[in-house]
């Protein structure tokens, strides 16, 4: 079994970059897609990336997604921060024995 | 536009089976795999399954003894039953949609129902 770990939350300023990580325990992060998922509050989670870096129709290009292998790690990267990304943050990756596994979640604070 | 519904009682009994059904309107419940997954207050997310619209099905191996996912096609709903529950199942259930992939197997929602509560408590 594998885990992904996410920081317990980040903090950043409107119109600014923030990038949120999520490492996985053990297996390479690469050989399985990461997606991430943004809960904003009292409301359902919603998809902001699929397979790795790809964004459904809707997302704005201000969100982006890539993995590292080299630190096994994927992140989350929103540019022009604006108060509505406030939400808490979710990555979630798979293998052969754990069909669907999630990180702890992240939250985004906008000041 | 697909739309997810999740219905079933927000109380259960300790020790009794939580039922809920997920109705899909918008689309067809055909190709798509669809999913259970659940927030216990003020914490994460965790998958407790899905189910493809044939009725093949996989779990999470810690649920798995507890859970059973089916399938109406002609209703175009999917329920989740989950046996001898604690205070631990306390939690918001959510359902959601999972494309097929090239590698048949799905591993990521697209489309999420609103969520509903249910509290284990007698």
């Known amino acids: 079994n594998f885990m992904l770990t996410q920081p317990h939350s980040v903090s950043e300023s409107p119109g600014k970059t923030v990038t949120i990580s999520c490492t996985r325990s053990s297996g390479s992060i690469a050989s399985n897609y990461v997606q991430w998922y943004q809960q904003r509050p009292g409301s359902a989670p919603t998809t902001v990336i699929y397979?790795?870096?790809?964004?459904p129709s809707g997302v704005p290009d201000r969100f982006s997604g890539s993995i590292d292998s080299s630190s096994n790690s994927a992140s989350l990267t929103i540019s022009g921060l604006k108060t509505e990304d406030e939400a808490d943050y979710y990555c979630?990756?798979?293998?052969?024995?754990?069909?669907?596994?999630f990180g702890g979640g992240t939250k985004l604070t906008v000041l | 536009q697909v739309q997810l519904q999740e219905s079933g009682p927000g109380l259960v009994k300790p020790s009794e089976t939580l039922s809920l059904t997920c109705t899909v309107s918008g689309g067809s419940i055909s190709s798509y795999y669809w999913s259970w997954i659940r927030q216990p207050p003020g914490k994460g997310l965790e998958w407790i399954g899905y189910?493809?619209?044939?009725?093949?099905?996989n779990y999470n191996p810690s649920l798995k003894s507890r859970v059973t996912i089916s399938v109406d096609t002609s209703k175009n709903q999917f329920s989740l039953k989950l046996s001898s529950v604690t205070a631990a199942d306390t939690a918001v259930y959510y359902c959601a949609r999972a494309p097929p992939t090239i590698f048949g197997t799905p591993y990521y929602m697209d489309v999420w129902g609103k969520g509903t509560t249910v509290t284990v408590s007698s």
């Open positions: 397979e790795d870096n790809q964004r």
């Open positions: 979630q990756s798979y293998d052969s024995s754990n069909p669907w596994v």
């Open positions: 189910i493809y619209y044939s009725g093949s099905t």
